[in-house]
């Protein structure tokens, strides 16, 4: 059989993948936090039908002489440029202007998110749309009389995070709700004194590529990502988070749709090589009538 056929059928499977991964892009455009994918290729193995001599006895050296065998997907990355921060005038909406990911609690364990949508359940933890709780971390013990003169007596101010995470909790009286760029989460309540809950914290990865995606807007770590590196917002390379504001998909239609031709020219490329390798095919087998 011709060689050319089966790089055509190779070529076939590459650009099919390519189709799927720009499908799951357009059809992800308008989803908060969403990383698009992106396709690389790589070249099969060479059939080497000669091979390099070097110069000697008068003449030059001479090349090797190669025929290749098709292509194979090489990777599926998880481009993790910053999308568009679009303003909602909600404030349980929080969008990462920087790196890092929100922590979630999932039942298969903590898991990592892009997408700052959050609500309160009937306990007024603050959970993403699935119920799942998001991941705080707790403040220092405020010593009696050491409210600031800026703020009312009897409110609690600001502490620096302490170690262990949990839920995010906030009064069903709560008032005036607030998000703060560090995280922290603050309402006012019923006596009109100024209230700490905690911080909203990130995590971040030696290598976010290695993520991988879980679905309904999750990542899981891997063995390529490494460990979770974790903090509260704008420390240690941590981006800032912005209340009222979403993170919309990096998604460029413009991009995706010039992708999508390439995929379905070189898709129909290939079948060209496939019916011209059948024609060839045909006159052999009709060499003799």
Known sequence: MLRS???????????????????????N??????????????????????????????????????????ASMSTVDNVYN????????????????????????????????????????????????DGNYVVGTGTAA???????????????????PTPGYQKLKIPTDARNLSIGKDGLVTYVNNTGALTTVGYITLANFPNPGGLEKSGVNLFASSQNSGAAATGTPSTNGLGQLTSGTLEMSNVDLSEEFTEMIIAQRGFQANTRIITTSDQILEELVNLKR
Do not use: C, H, W
Not at 5 to 27: E, H, R
Not at 103 to 108: F, K, N, R
Not at 142 to 160: F, H, I, K, M, Q
């Open 82 to 129: 910053q999308g568009a921060l679009q303003n909602t005038g909600r404030t349980l909406d929080v969008g990462i202007s920087g790196e890092g990911f929100y922590q979630v609690m999932t039942a298969e364990g903590v898991r990592y998110s892009r997408s700052g949508n959050f609500y309160t359940d009937l306990d007024g933890n603050i959970v993403t749309g």
């Open 5 to 27: 056929m089966y790089s055509g059928i190779s070529g076939l499977k590459n650009f099919q993948t390519k189709l799927d991964v720009v499908g799951n892009n357009i059809a």
């Open 29 to 70: 455009v308008n989803t908060f936090g969403y990383k698009k994918g992106r396709v690389t290729f790589k070249d099969l193995v060479n059939q080497s039908v000669g091979s390099a001599s070097g110069a000697g006895g008068g003449v030059g050296g001479t090349n090797p002489k190669q025929v290749g065998l098709g």
């Open 142 to 160: 405020v010593p009696p009389g050491a409210v600031p003169n800026n703020l009312p007596n009897g409110s609690v101010p600001p502490a620096a």
